[in-house]
């Protein structure tokens, strides 16, 4: 069955980097988009990121653009999320999400992981 | 960018009761060229990640009971748990993907028992 596993979360001192993974199986990674959402503690979702089957498309929401990179390896199946400038509004749980489309997706998330927690904090 | 507002911020229902949780985007998520409405319902329990119930506005996800339905058109969309069960105690969320490069979620919505 499909499975995503994110890992990478930890507790991170303001303004250092971090890089979130995401493992993929029992689908065909490299035909899919996917996606990164957070949700902070109490909070509702917020969509980060997403790239494209190939990775010829990338694209961010405005309040993590130019501080996360989203990549993919797909010879590993693994999605990653690369966090700098950390600050501590960034405290959240990560999803990875799996778009129901393949190659550039529709933007429709029909399967998530558990998530890791990143918190950020002196 | 659209922005997704939902409606109440959370609710208590008996159990058996019906359930209604609005969500309005701010712009049409209808596109003409399919006539599909590019709206999601997500369920998320406690400690568990999101799961997808509905897509194209009104299409049940694969095993999901039919107590769930999903309406609306255009701007304004609604989700209707016929008969409220335990075990749908949840925040719901409602997204669009009309925007498939820029998603974006509504506030959510937490039901709970009366």
């Known amino acids: 069955q499909v499975q995503l596993v994110e890992s990478g979360g930890t507790v991170v001192q303001p303004g250092r980097s971090l890089r979130l993974s995401c493992a993929g199986s029992?689908?065909?990674?490299?035909?899919?988009?996917i996606h990164w959402v957070r949700q902070a503690p109490g909070k509702g979702l917020e969509w980060l990121a997403v790239?494209?089957?190939?990775?010829?498309?990338?694209f961010y929401a405005d309040s993590v653009k130019g501080r996360f990179i989203i990549s993919r390896d797909n010879s590993r199946n693994t999605l990653f999320l690369q966090l700098t400038s950390l600050r501590p509004e960034d405290t959240a749980v990560y999803y990875c999400?799996?778009?129901?489309?393949?190659?550039?997706?529709?933007?429709?998330?029909?399967?998530w992981g558990q998530g890791t927690l990143v918190t950020v904090s002196s | 960018d659209i922005v997704m507002t939902q409606s109440p911020d959370s609710l208590a229902v008996s159990l058996g009761e019906r359930v209604i949780v609005n969500c309005r985007s701010s712009q049409s998520l209808l596109y003409s060229s399919n006539f599909k409405n590019y709206l999601a319902w997500y369920q998320q329990k406690p400690g568990q990640p999101p799961k997808l119930l509905i897509y194209w506005a009104t299409m049940r996800e694969s095993g999901v009971p039919d107590r769930f339905s999903g309406s609306g058109s255009g701007t304004d969309f609604t989700l209707t748990i016929s008969s409220l069960q335990a075990e749908d105690v949840a925040v719901y969320y409602c997204q669009q993907y009309y925007s498939s490069v820029s998603v974006s979620f509504g506030g959510g919505t937490k039901v709970e028992i009366k």
């Open positions: 029992g689908f065909m990674f490299k035909d899919y988009g």
């Open positions: 999400a799996k778009d129901r489309g393949n190659g550039y997706g529709w933007g429709l998330l029909e399967f």
């Open positions: 790239i494209s089957y190939d990775a010829s498309n990338i």
